[in-house]
């Protein structure tokens, strides 16, 4: 069965302290893999796309890196601004279907 | 800001009620899915219409429907409703083409049934 599975389901920083979160999946055919950012009561925000493994992208503090099992998002020196749940989602190579994470729910504070 | 849109942002039902949602695509997508996020249960798929035709459908009772016009935009009905009802809806647009799959989310309509 399609599954995503999203760790830590919560993480608080201090600002400046870099981690990963981490998507673990299991797909039949990954036609891709990708990250959202997600504010309280508003629509998830694309964020990247990975396609295949050792693909890697970065915008600003975030780089998002992809292996046949796992992405990570790593965030460095992170910022209060950067507070927000990231989700993590994939979509199926034969359906289309898109498999959602339930999310890390990230904290930095000043 | 172009994008997915949505109307309405807020909405107050009656259990018994039918709601109908609609959702207009970025221009030139032509995938448009359908998500209900409550905080217990995260994004669940409800389901994707492709060039008007229902490809893919989650877990949800036959009182969601739904469907997609030749512009794209696409309604989503949920008859009957229940207090289980209450939640954030998403629609997302995806170009759909070979290569090109992510989703663009609209802001959401808040439901509350009560």
């Known amino acids: 069965e399609d599954q995503v599975t999203q760790s830590p389901e919560a993480l608080r920083l201090q600002e400046g302290e870099s981690s990963s979160l981490n998507c673990s999946y299991t797909v039949s055919g990954l036609r891709g893999l990708f990250w959202y950012r997600q504010d309280p009561g508003k629509g998830p925000e694309f964020l990247f796309t990975l396609y295949s493994a050792g693909e890697e992208k970065e915008k600003e503090r975030l780089k998002a890196t992809l292996t046949k099992k796992e992405s990570f998002l790593h965030i460095t020196a992170p910022k209060p601004e950067d507070s927000a749940t990231y989700l993590c989602?994939?979509?199926?190579?034969?359906?289309?279907?898109?498999?959602f994470g339930t999310g890390t729910r990230l904290k930095v504070l000043a | 800001k172009a994008g997915v849109t949505k109307t309405p942002r807020y909405l107050i039902k009656t259990r018994g009620q039918q709601v109908t949602l609609s959702c207009s695509p970025i221009s030139g997508h032509r995938s448009v899915s359908w998500y209900q996020q409550t905080p217990g249960q995260g994004l669940q798929f409800l389901f994707e219409?492709?060039?008007?035709?229902?490809?893919n459908k989650g877990n949800f009772p036959g009182r969601f429907s739904g469907r997609q016009f030749s512009n794209s935009r696409s309604e989503m009905n949920v008859s009957t409703l229940e207090l289980g009802d209450s939640a954030l809806y998403l629609c997302a647009s995806s170009l759909a083409l070979a290569g090109v799959y992510e989703q663009y989310f609209g802001p959401g309509t808040r439901l509350t049934v009560t």
């Open positions: 989602a994939v979509q199926a190579g034969g359906t289309y279907k898109y498999i």
């Open positions: 219409y492709f060039s008007e035709t229902q490809r």
